[in-house]
Each structure stands twice: as C-alpha cells, then as structure tokens.
C-alpha cells in the first residue's frame, strides 16, 4: 500500500507539472529537440520572462526539462527521449487542436505541421507516416509485433552510410512506434528514427521552416525518397490512407 500511494503522488505531481497551459506549451515547443533560451520560451508562450522563469524551474525540479548555462544564457531542452515520448503520447491523445485558426498565418503553419515536423529527434507528420509505411512495404520494418527493423532493414540504413551501432546509446530501442497526434497513426522513432531524420537533414532532403518543428521537403529530399522508399514524388501533397 506504501508503495502505491508514493506511485500515485508521483503521477499527481508530473500531471501536475504539465496541467499548466503555459508548461504545457513549452514542453510542445521542446520537442523540436533543441535547446531554447527562458526568453525564446517565454515570447512562444506569450508571458512575461520572469513568469517563465518560474515555470521553467518547476519543469526542471520535476525532472522534464534539463539546464544548461553559457554565460549569461540559460538553456533547456526535455530531458532525454522518454520524456519526449512522454509529450507527444500525451498530445496525441488529447488530439488535434478543436478551434479553428484564426488567421492565414495560423492555418498555413498548422498545414505545415501537418505536412512534416519533428517529434523530438524523428519524422514525424504525413512525411513520417509515409515513411514508415514505405519501410514496412519494403520489408524493412516489421509491425507485426511492435516496431522491429528486419535485417534487410539494417542493411537499407548501412546503405544509406547510417551506422545505427555506432547510433545506439544506452537503453533506447532500436525501432519503436510513436503516435502522431496529426496522423492518428504510429510513426517510426528510436534510434533508427532519429538516425534518418538526421540525415534526412544533414543531407539536405528536409529543411526547417523557421525556429519551429516544420519541416520542407526538398526537391533532393522528394527525389531521394522516391529512389530509396518508392515514394512519389508527390506523395506528400495528398492525405495518407
């Protein structure tokens, strides 16, 4: 009984940590896997530095976010991919946004997000999802039970000059799905996920709209894919199945 009471005020206290709207919004904006300064996160959720500040330090004390310091400068970023996966689980069920945007400008950057964005470190959006599916076609992703990468799999990557040995760190799985919260289906994350959306943008196939979590597909990106995935061209323009 001991135990679960102390489990249960553990989970209290971390739904408690993202029941803030502003927390929460800050933790949405991380999951673009880069570190971002107190002020850079307080003008994205619209309140003052010093309101920030102190959400900032909750999230850290509780263990979400990590700090780094440069100087003057105060970074964080989500403490590691389990709280990433954490996030985007989360979002995914809470579901799409219901109200309507409310200008041009809002439309065209949730269009965008929908289209193709990073969850943490991996594809994500329709991009993510076409992947995922073109991998499983091919025979290199195994859904059967979970997320497995098949061996012809890891071949494909090594082809790709993507060593996923020299990638895998600690405890964190290969192949594992992760929920779109657009898409309402798993796309592809762990160690491989993150490896090909690095080189995704390492090779110049995607490239970040902006400060956001956007990202364009290239023309060398649509013709990479479709000689290594099959994926049309076009593909991207038009909703998955």
């Known amino acids: 009984m001991v135990r679960d009471d102390h489990a249960g005020s553990a989970l209290a206290a971390l739904a408690a940590l993202l029941a803030d709207e502003t927390r929460a919004a800050m933790c949405l904006a991380l999951l673009d896997g880069r570190a971002w300064t107190a002020g850079e996160l307080a003008r ?16 850290v004390a509780g263990g979400l976010l990590a700090e780094e310091r440069q100087g003057r400068h105060r970074y964080v ?3 590691d991919a389990r709280t990433a996966q954490l996030v985007e689980d989360l979002a ?15 439309a065209g950057a949730g269009s965008a997000m929908a289209r193709a964005r990073t969850c943490y470190d991996h594809l994500a959006g329709r ?5 995922t599916d073109a991998l499983t076609r091919r025979g290199l992703l195994d859904q059967s039970n979970g997320f497995a990468l098949t061996d012809e799999g890891v071949e494909w990557f090594t082809g790709l000059g993507v060593d996923l040995a020299a990638a895998r760190t600690g405890r964190r799985p290969l192949a594992r799905p992760c929920l ?8 592809l994350a762990g160690v491989a996920g993150a490896a090909l959306c690095g ?15 956007a990202l364009n597909l290239t023309a060398r990106g649509r013709t990479a894919l479709h000689t290594h995935l099959g994926i049309a061209p076009d593909a991207l323009e038009a909703p998955t199945a």
């Open 92 to 106: 995914a069920h809470a579901g799409p946004p219901p109200a309507a945007p409310r200008t041009l400008a809002q």
């Open 180 to 187: 779109d919260w657009t898409e309402r289906r798993p796309h």
């Open 199 to 213: 080189h995704a943008l390492a090779s110049g196939w995607c490239m970040r709209i902006g400060s956001g979590r």
């Open 127 to 131: 991009l993510g999802i076409l992947v």
């Open 77 to 79: 970023r989500l403490a």
């Open 44 to 59: 994205h959720a619209g309140v003052a530095p010093s309101t920030a500040s102190e959400h900032l330090g909750r999230l």
